[in-house]
Nanobody, 125 residues
Framework: QVELHESGGGLVQAGDSLRLSCSAIGGSLDIYHLGWFRQAPGKGREFVSAVSRSGLYTLYGDSVKGRFTISRDNAKNTVWLQMNSLKPEDTAVYYC??????????????????WGQGTQVTVSS
């Protein structure tokens, strides 16, 4: 059973950058399309970004387009989420998730079968 592990969260100021990482334990990430979701206090889990197995196809939520960049290196068994120009509304727990579907990655929460434990990102104003 592959486990996903996120890291890189922390407390930053508005306008700062942060890079989250997601690595696989007990298996390879290249079987998955990888997605990032986030959940702010009192809110539902929101799609942030996703990348295909090959890394060639990416998706972004409207609220992060132009500020966040997703990438992956299957040889390093890692996917990253580079977050620039952070805003207080980006404050949330960020989750990495894997989708084994054969098609291109998806934005829907229920499409993902494997989830990490999350990493907290806090952006102060």
């Amino acid at each position: 059973q592959v486990e996903l592990h996120e890291s890189g969260g922390g407390l930053v100021q508005a306008g700062d950058s942060l890079r989250l990482s997601c690595s696989a334990i007990g298996g390879s990430l290249d079987i998955y399309h990888l997605g990032w979701f986030r959940q702010a206090p009192g809110k539902g889990r929101e799609f942030v970004s996703a990348v295909s197995r090959s890394g060639l196809y990416t998706l972004y939520g409207d609220s992060v387009k132009g500020r966040f960049t997703i990438s992956r290196d299957n040889a390093k068994n890692t996917v990253w989420l580079q977050m620039n120009s952070l805003k207080p509304e980006d404050t949330a727990v960020y989750y990495c998730a894997g989708d084994m579907a054969p098609e291109t990655p998806r934005m829907t929460l229920t499409s993902y079968q494997t989830w990490g434990q999350g990493t907290q990102v806090t952006v102060s104003s």
